[in-house]
């Protein structure tokens, strides 16, 4: 029986540590290069120079509200 706890125990251990430190995926840690979170509808605009909601910079800016009138509008990103 000591045996068998001898090698149990480390096994236990193992893995209950590896399960603690598998991290979970970070809420909001899709950043881009330039800070623009895409997970909250962020895209860079070289234009502006700085994060935009397309829809809502093409609705100030009077644009359509479409994927081509936004890079159009921003420029290559």
């Known amino acids: 029986?000591?045996?068998l706890?001898?090698?149990?125990?480390?096994?236990?251990?193992v893995c209950i540590l590896a399960s603690?430190?598998?991290?979970?995926?970070?809420?909001?840690g899709d950043a881009d290069a330039h800070g623009c979170l895409a997970s909250a509808?962020?895209?860079?605009?070289?234009?502006t120079k700085r994060c935009e909601r397309?829809?809502?910079?093409a609705r100030a800016r009077k644009f359509n509200?479409?994927?081509?009138?936004?890079?159009?509008f921003c420029g290559p990103k």
């Open 5 to 13: 706890l001898f090698f149990i125990l480390p096994v236990v251990a």
């Open 54 to 57: 397309p829809w809502e910079l």
């Open 20 to 28: 603690e430190s598998v991290a979970a995926p970070k809420v909001g």
């Open 65 to 72: 509200n479409s994927a081509t009138a936004f890079r159009r």
């Open 1 to 3: 029986m000591d045996r």
């Open 41 to 47: 509808g962020y895209s860079w605009c070289q234009k």
